[in-house]
């Protein structure tokens, strides 16, 4: 195999390649990864993190009320939870890849350059709306729910931005799906559009929350972001086994991102089951509304004959 073959075939970013999709038709494209506004590049990966977040803050903070959160306390949720979470993405990606780090310490926050691990800003996130939702005493499951579909949003948008960076694309394969890559040189493969699998899977797991929770069928605060977990690691497990970009751990040829997906599907599916028919869970809207039927209960008046809540004892004569 040629040296600019091999080095292209185990590459996991080309920038510089054109793409197509077989199935439909002869053509291809070459987008550009950036664009240069002022002299600056502004590469189309951050520009689609930045509209998928933008989309999921507009989309959540409209659903919030019902979920019993204010849209005030929502959007101050965000501006916490937006940078630490792409900083914490940013970490884990670096932690799995520190032996390249250390040697090159200047690169570690160009996330411009990809790399953002989606279950280090998850658990950065959940630490974070922990925090928050004790200092302002809002119910914790109930805030997660509400995110899980901005980060679905997130997710299906971004995603796109592996596209224009032509890169966490998958393994060589001829399935009717396969997307071409052909480098400058002429050289091409034709591999998984994993970045296509996983934002189209997002996609129907928004669509189901969306629905799910429409038609009154959510009975308990936290039962979102479970279905969301579910959902989103059965998919990563199987979309991570195809990918040529994963992070390991250590030497033991375990894929991270495969092991965290199939803990999260093993874990929140068990509680899901187990909650199936409880009926002592609420959510908080239906707890509040049933304090405020209890409070504005008529309470019985003592001084109207046959009113009294205790029987009168009387003697005869």
Known sequence: MPDSLFSFLFSTIQRESAISFPFLGSWSINPPAYLTVFGRNIYLYGILIALGFVLAILYCARRAPEFGISADNFYDLMIWLIPLSILGARLYYVAFKADYYLQHPGEILAIWEGGLA???????????????????????????????????????????????????????????????????????????????????????????LILFTKKDKRRYDGQCILI??????????????????????????????????????????????????????????????????????????????????????????
């Open 118 to 208: 989606i279950y280090g800003g998850i658990l950065a996130g959940v630490l974070i709306v922990c925090i928050f939702c004790k200092v302002k005493k809002i119910r914790i499951p109930a805030m997660l729910d509400v995110i899980s579909f901005g980060v679905l949003i997130g997710q299906a948008i971004g995603r796109w931005g592996n596209f224009f960076n032509r890169e966490a694309f998958g393994a060589e394969t001829d399935i009717f799906c396969r997307m071409g890559l052909t480098d400058p040189s002429g050289a091409q493969i034709f591999v998984h559009p994993t970045f296509l699998y996983e934002s189209l899977w997002n996609l129907c797991g928004l669509v189901f």
């Open 228 to 317: 969301y977990f579910f959902w989103y690691g059965l998919g990563r497990s199987w979309i991570e086994g195809l990918r040529t970009d994963s992070l390991y751990l250590g030497s033991t040829g375990i894929r991270v991102s495969q092991l965290l997906s199939l803990v999260l599907v093993a874990v929140s599916g068990i509680i899901l089951f187990l909650n199936r028919n409880n009926r002592s869970l609420k959510t908080a809207a239906e707890a509040s509304s049933n304090t405020e039927a209890l409070s504005a209960a008529p309470v019985p008046d003592s001084s109207v004959p046959g009113d009294q809540s205790m029987p009168v004892n009387r003697k005869e004569d």
